[in-house]
């Protein structure tokens, strides 16, 4: 029996210890390095490009000649007005690579005994990162499509005279949503997050090359892709693949999306469903690579992202 990626020697590049173990200025000079690699690590001004610079009295903080503009090594980009040491900072990019499933902001503040507001935030700016550096090309080959319902619980009666038929409209939160997942057989994931499966239609219209061959299920309302692309249907209620045609790729991707929901951050949805769906299609695509160079993928990410209207000030609420 062939021995799983994840268990081999290949797939564990990446020391935690290592990282943690880095003193201050070799943290900050990797940072420094992947963030201004054009000039070996010498500050650029975030604000206008200028290469000439002063030093401020304050360590690692500089000033630019041409605008003046006061900078450090991390303004500008996705962690802006940090807190934390860039040490912290890799170490917690490390734990968070590390989480084959994904990793929760909770357990993230034991590991590295900060809050949990910070820990949450440090997540989502790493997964807004992600997002950014990833390719949103268009789709091509043979694209597996699907969708998934997420969120919208709703707890059962304690008296079953009392319980509610939970399948029904009325009977419903309204909070229910669905991730689209559009993989290309094996190649790359999009991911997009709608009210309805219907809706995936036009998702999949816009991500998705003509040419393509379209994989999908029974659903009726996938039968109106059939007048944009090549298409291949599977009845899942017959087979899970036949003829050519499976969404088997799709699947996969659902089943990580529902382990990381079950298993490791009990609740995915809401407005932050669509981010948690994309650091897992980026999980998916990377799973064959080894965990030293998913750790270099999202520093260098973070360290070219701009900064986070989204998370930069948050608990504050700016």
Same mark, same amino acid.
């Given at each position: 029996?062939?021995?799983?990626?994840?268990?081999?020697?290949?797939?564990?590049?990446?020391?935690?210890?290592?990282?943690?173990?880095?003193?201050?200025?070799?943290?900050?000079?990797?940072?420094?390095?992947?963030?201004?690699?054009?000039?070996?690590?010498?500050?650029?001004?975030?604000?206008?490009?200028?290469?000439?610079?002063?030093?401020?009295?304050?360590?690692?903080?500089?000033?630019?000649?041409?605008?003046?503009?006061?900078?450090?090594?991390?303004?500008?980009?996705?962690?802006?007005?940090?807190?934390?040491?860039?040490?912290?900072?890799?170490?917690?990019?490390?734990?968070?690579?590390?989480?084959?499933?994904?990793?929760?902001?909770?357990?993230?503040?034991?590991?590295?005994?900060?809050?949990?507001?910070?820990?949450?935030?440090?997540?989502?700016?790493?997964?807004?990162?992600?997002?950014?550096?990833?390719?949103?090309?268009?789709?091509?080959?043979?694209?597996?499509?699907?969708?998934?319902?997420?969120?919208?619980?709703?707890?059962? /009666?304690?008296?079953?005279?009392? %319980?509610? *038929?939970? #399948? &029904?409209?009325?009977?419903? @939160?309204?909070?229910?949503?669905? !991730?689209?997942?559009?993989?290309?057989?094996?190649?790359?994931?999009?991911?997009?997050?709608?009210?309805?499966?219907?809706?995936?239609?036009?998702?999949?219209?816009?991500?998705?090359?003509?040419?393509?061959?379209?994989?999908?299920?029974?659903?009726?309302?996938?039968?109106?892709?059939?007048?944009?692309?090549?298409?291949?249907?599977?009845?899942?209620?017959?087979?899970?693949?036949?003829?050519?045609?499976?969404?088997?790729?799709?699947?996969?991707?659902?089943?990580?999306?529902?382990?990381?929901?079950?298993?490791?951050?009990?609740?995915?949805?809401?407005?932050?469903?669509?981010?948690? /769906?994309?650091?897992?299609?980026? %999980?998916? *695509?990377? #799973? &064959?690579?080894?965990?030293? @160079?998913?750790?270099?993928?999202? !520093?260098?990410?973070?360290?070219?992202?701009?900064?986070?209207?989204?998370?930069?000030?948050?608990?504050?609420?700016?």
């Amino acid at each position: 029996m062939a021995q799983h990626f994840l268990l081999s020697p290949a797939a564990k590049t990446l020391s935690l210890a290592k990282v943690l173990r880095m003193s201050d200025e070799d943290a900050k000079s990797s940072f420094r390095a992947l963030r201004w690699a054009s000039t070996d690590g010498e500050p650029v001004c975030p604000k206008c490009g200028c290469l000439d610079h002063s030093d401020l009295k304050r360590p690692d903080y500089w000033q630019c000649k041409g605008c003046k503009y006061q900078f450090s090594m991390t303004s500008g980009t996705i962690f802006h007005s940090r807190k934390l040491s860039v040490r912290d900072i890799l170490g917690a990019i490390a734990i968070f690579t590390n989480g084959a499933k994904g990793y929760s902001a909770l357990q993230l503040s034991r590991d590295l005994c900060i809050t949990y507001k910070a820990a949450f935030v440090l997540c989502h700016k790493m997964r807004e990162a992600i997002g950014a550096a990833r390719d949103e090309g268009a789709l091509s080959g043979n694209v597996e499509v699907d969708g998934a319902y997420f969120g919208g619980y709703v707890k059962p /009666a304690n008296r079953r005279e009392d %319980r509610k *038929d939970r #399948r &029904r409209k009325v009977h419903q @939160s309204g909070k229910r949503q669905v !991730v689209i997942a559009m993989r290309e057989t094996k190649g790359r994931t999009l991911t997009g997050v709608v009210s309805n499966e219907a809706e995936g239609v036009a998702l999949t219209r816009a991500n998705v090359q003509a040419g393509a061959t379209v994989h999908a299920d029974e659903a009726a309302h996938w039968d109106k892709l059939a007048a944009h692309f090549p298409i291949k249907r599977i009845n899942h209620q017959k087979a899970y693949s036949q003829d050519g045609a499976n969404t088997n790729a799709a699947e996969s991707f659902f089943s990580r999306i529902r382990r990381a929901e079950i298993g490791t951050h009990h609740h995915v949805a809401g407005k932050y469903l669509a981010a948690y /769906a994309t650091e897992m299609a980026w %999980r998916e *695509d990377a #799973r &064959r690579t080894a965990n030293g @160079s998913q750790f270099a993928m999202i !520093v260098s990410a973070a360290a070219v992202a701009p900064k986070s209207d989204a998370w930069c000030g948050y608990w504050q609420k700016r």
